[in-house]
């Protein structure tokens, strides 16, 4: 999926992440912030490039506010503002294919 | 990914508690509160620009959290809106347990959800007839309409009623003694009783008036409910200790059921226990008896 416009998914309570995806032409630019950057650091960066991959998207710039989200919460939260950006969240989700 | 068991379609739920499905610091651990039922809800809760995130929100907790024995009921929006497909789509793909239709008002509008409900199942290959459906009567057309609605489908579990709106198409408020949706809650057990599906009250939304929430849990119980929606872990102990049978009802059901065995292979119809007459009318109720107990910790023998 291609980038079109800037999306934002997701809030800054407990437990959740706010993830912003913005156009971009250089591969993927993830910024990263979180309470638990030491312990879980690794695995937050891991998990959003592998939801990006799965989506198809190659270039963006993409920042995620991270307050302690387990991985299916990140994974929807990039997901969902990806569909945004392309303007196709509200219908016809590919459940279980792109998104799992 | 958890793969949940084949729902079924009648079992204990004594408490359905709605949770926002928007929100991950609720949803990730609603399991541990020990209610029967989860109810996560796509509907009010959620913000009309937050539709979307919350299908996404839900369908990774569907399958990626362990919800154990907790049945796991999504709440979609109304027919009358834009995102009641989309909501199907995601519950169906997601493995929920049961849908609730809320605002229903027919028969129609179940056989409306039921027919894109099957078309989901087929889409996302699920086991077709696994996703259970129960109806939320919100106004008086869906009172007066109640037994065309439970009879409406074969994934029909339950009926409840929704009084926050109801009581607002009556012009009333909530009363101490219940008299504000008396008719209501009896038309519609009567039309789930009549249709065999199971009936639960509405929220009981003042977390600070303790006794009046313990006084409408004991009128549900004495007018037949199975269960109650909740919208707070606090009240489930409550209603899990209102809706446990009493020692003396049990130790009367095992009794019924084992004279019963009895007698009925000694070919006898009719006998009595303790001095009261007993026929094979009172074996389901015996039988329901136990199988509550047995739900609740406090039978564990063989009769059922």
Known sequence: MEILKPAMAGTLESSDAQVTVEPGTDGIQLTLSSSVMNQYGRQIKATVLETLERLGVNNAQVTVVDKGALDCTLKARVECAVFRSCGQSAANIPWGGAVR | MIPRPRPERFRLRRTMMFMNAQKPGLIKDAYIYGCDSIMLDLEDAVAENQKDAARFSLYHALKTIDYGDTEVIVRINGLDTPHWQEDIRVC???GADGIRIAKCESAQDVKTVEAAVEAAEEEFGVEKGRTLLMAALESPKGILNAYEICAASDRMFGVAISG???RKCMQTTPQPDGVDMLFARGQML???RAAGIQCFDTVFTNLDDQAGFEAEVLQNK????DGKSLINPKQIRFVHQVFAPTEKEIIQAEKILRAYKEQSAAGVGVFTVDGKMIDIAFIPGAERTLRLARA?????GDLV
């Open chain 2, 190 to 192: 009567l039309a789930a």
């Open chain 2, 92 to 94: 169906v793909a997601g």
């Open chain 2, 296 to 300: 609740c910790g406090m039978y564990e």
């Open chain 2, 222 to 225: 004495a007018m037949g409910f």
């Open chain 2, 164 to 166: 926050g709106d109801f």
